[in-house]
Every structure is written in C-alpha cells, then in structure tokens.
C-alpha cells in the first residue's frame, strides 16, 4: 500500500536555516496568499485534497518542484 504525504514541514526547516530566522505561518499565507488554516493543515500533514492553486504556491514560495512538496510513501507488502 502507499500513502501520499507532503514534505512541507521539512521544507520549511530547511527555509528556515537557509534565511536563518523563524518563518511564521501567517508569514505564509500572506506571501503565498493561502489561508492560515490550510497553512496549517500542510503543517500537520492533514491535507487530503491537493489544490492546483495551493500547489503552485507552496512550490513557488519553496521554489521547489512539485515531486519535492509531495512524497508518495510506500509500505513493504506482506
């Protein structure tokens, strides 16, 4: 079985130690113009409906590719 994670919380981490400061998530939604409760759901990997518009943003604002923000996790078969 897989199981579709994202990786925001690391991405954010290593944002974080790149600009060597604390990234609020309020920061967040105001740059990327996504709510502070869906900010926060990607934060606590909660997130089961992936949004083309959110997407974009979140890989714009991480400048990263969308296989870097999306992890396909897969368990090993019995």
């Known amino acids: 079985a897989s199981k579709l994670r994202n990786n ?4 954010l981490a290593e944002k974080e130690k790149r ?6 998530t309020s ?8 709510s502070v409760p869906t900010v926060n759901r990607w ?3 909660e ?11 979140f890989c714009d604002y991480f ?3 969308l296989c870097d923000l ?3 996790e897969r368990t090993a078969k019995d």
């Not at 925001?8 to 991405?11: E, Q, R, S």
């Not at 997130?47 to 943003?57: I, R, W, Y």
Request: aromatic share 6%; hydrophobic share 45%; glycine share 0%.
């Open 8 to 11: 925001f919380l690391t991405l």
């Open 19 to 24: 600009e060597q400061r604390r990234i609020r």
């Open 27 to 34: 920061e967040i939604a105001l740059k990327t113009e996504i």
């Open 43 to 45: 934060l606590r990997n």
């Open 47 to 57: 997130v089961t409906k992936f949004e083309t518009p959110v997407l974009e943003a």
């Open 63 to 65: 400048d990263c590719d």
């Open 70 to 72: 999306l992890i396909m």
